[in-house]
């Protein structure tokens, strides 16, 4: 199995930028499709983005598009989320995923392990 650790977040004013971390250890990570869900008070777990095992593809949810960028470097063991443009609505606890399918998924039942989380928060 792999092992998930989030960092990067914080307290970013509306119209900033914050790049969002995870770190993965254990098993091959290159092995593993990787994504970022985030939580708002009250409300389900949604899909962000996600990334394929090579990196060549991505798929962003709509909460993201054009907004947020995610990436991975697999000789570092690393996935990464750039978000720029943060909205209020933006605020939640953020979570990286990996998933052992072949393939990106945005449904949050097809991912076997999961980071702690860590909040965002974005002031208006």
């Known amino acids: 199995q792999v092992q998930l650790v989030e960092s990067g977040g914080g307290l970013v004013q509306a119209g900033g930028s914050l790049r969002l971390s995870c770190a993965a250890s254990g098993r091959t990570f290159s092995n593993y499709v990787m994504a970022w869900f985030y939580q708002a008070a009250g409300k389900e777990r949604e899909f962000v983005a996600g990334?394929?095992?090579?990196?060549?593809?991505?798929v962003y949810g709509d909460s993201g598009k054009g907004r947020f960028t995610i990436s991975r470097d697999n000789a570092k063991n690393m996935a990464y989320l750039q978000m720029n443009s943060l909205k209020p609505e933006d605020t939640a606890v953020y979570y990286c995923a990996a998933s052992t399918d072949r393939v990106v998924d945005s449904l949050r039942r097809k991912y076997e392990y999961w980071g702690q989380g860590l909040q965002v928060t974005v002031s208006s």
């Open positions: 990334i394929s095992r090579s990196a060549s593809t991505t």
